[in-house]
């Protein structure tokens, strides 16, 4: 008996050793990230789940996911293991708003042959959703200004005006610009900005500053531009001003009024015999004709003559005007620019008396230039 029993124990413990293992699953586990989030929504959670088994093993696959104490399921579908003995697949949950309660993702392995459900580690998030701070505006209408009142509306309306006109009495380059709130921010830096330099040269809590070391009569050809602050963060930049070649000026338009229009003119070239209107009008230097008119350019005269003894005139007449502005709008100050507006009329009325032939004269119809010749002793 003693032999026999020796033999049916090693014959059993062959066979155990080459009896396959059974098919399973060994371990589920999941990570995450971010696990824990601060800042705006919506924001995506990614989790990756990894599934570990025998090869052979099937086996279908959700995830658990508990947002704020409420589970769901989001099943990925079967599998079955290869060799490898391990599988990976990902999850993404979507958070619109701040968590509140317990809230996780989970791998969920069912439908096991022969074995019960597997369940990994609980992957915990949390989130806090916060509403991001604006980013500081830009200033608006950005530029320089020599008009006290206009300076001083951007100081106070009631005092600013002086504090305004002190500082562009001595000469120094005020900027002005527009803020929707001026008191939602700590302040305002003036940059100059010329030649792709970005240097501070003021500091500003309203919204008038003047250019520190700057003088107007000196900014020529130079770029400025202003940005809000508020404690680190800083604005862009608001339009850029740039003060050009002539510098800063108080740059008004003013219409001039008319105070007197003359004309003159001078014959050559007259028909012997000729007489009595155009010997009569050659003889008066200037006058003023009707209204605003004034005649000018040069004609080349064919007419009857008049008079008790009528011969035919030939003349050659140079005209010339001139025109008196009153210049008191613009006294001491310095002239840009000047236009002058006209129009051109071929029609010309009657002299007062006593040229009232004067419209024999007709108008003007050549460049003046090419009257030169015509008018004698002409330098």
């Known amino acids: 008996m003693r032999y026999a029993t020796i033999a049916i124990i090693a014959i059993l413990l062959v066979t155990a050793l080459h009896e396959p293992a059974a098919a399973g699953i060994t371990k589920a586990a999941i990570v995450g990230a ?8 919506p924001v995506t959670l990614r989790f990756t789940g990894t599934v ?3 090869a052979g ?12 104490g409420v589970t769901n399921q989001n099943t990925i579908g079967s599998f079955t293991l290869t060799k490898s003995n391990s599988l990976a697949e990902k999850d993404s949950i979507l958070i619109s708003s701040s968590t509140k309660g317990y809230s996780f993702d989970q791998l969920w392995i069912h439908g096991i042959s022969g074995q019960s459900d597997v369940y990994s580690n609980k992957a915990t998030f949390t989130v806090t959703c916060a509403t991001p701070e604006k980013p500081v505006a830009a200033p608006t209408h950005f530029k320089a200004t020599t008009d006290p009142a206009q300076c001083g509306n951007h100081v106070a309306p ?48 309203g919204m008038t ?3 520190l070391n700057i003088k107007a009569a000196d900014a020529k050809n130079r770029c400025f531009a202003v940005a809000a602050y508020k404690g680190d963060d800083e604005s862009l930049d608001s339009n850029h001003y740039c003060t050009g070649k002539s510098g800063v000026a108080d740059l008004g338009h003013a219409d001039l009024p008319i105070t007197d229009i003359r004309t003159t003119w001078q014959e050559s070239n007259i028909t012997p015999g000729a007489f009595y209107c155009l010997d ?37 007449v140079a005209l010339r005007g001139a025109i008196q502005w009153d210049l008191s709008k613009i006294a001491g100050k310095t002239l840009i620019s000047a236009t002058l507006s006209f129009t051109n009329d071929s029609s010309f009325g009657n002299g007062p008396t006593p040229i009232t032939c004067a419209s024999q004269i007709l108008y003007g119809v050549g460049n003046w230039s090419n009257a030169q010749s015509l008018i004698p002793g002409n330098p």
């Open 34 to 41: 971010p696990l824990t989030y601060t800042g705006t929504c």
């Open 52 to 54: 570990t088994g025998s």
């Open 57 to 68: 093993t099937s086996f279908t696959w959700s995830f658990n996911r508990s947002i704020n």
């Open 158 to 205: 009631l005092f600013g005006a002086p504090i305004c006109g002190a500082a562009l009495q001595a000469g120094d380059l005020v900027f002005i610009w527009d803020y929707k709130n001026p008191n939602a921010v700590d302040g305002f830096r003036i940059y100059e900005i010329t030649g792709g330099k970005h240097k501070k040269v003021a500091t500003q809590s």
């Open 209 to 211: 500053a003047k250019a």
């Open 280 to 316: 009569t009008i050659g003889q008066i230097s200037n006058y003023a004709p009707p209204g605003q008119q004034m005649t000018v350019g040069f004609q080349y005269i064919y007419m009857p003559g008049s008079g008790p003894f009528p011969c035919t005139q030939k003349a050659d």
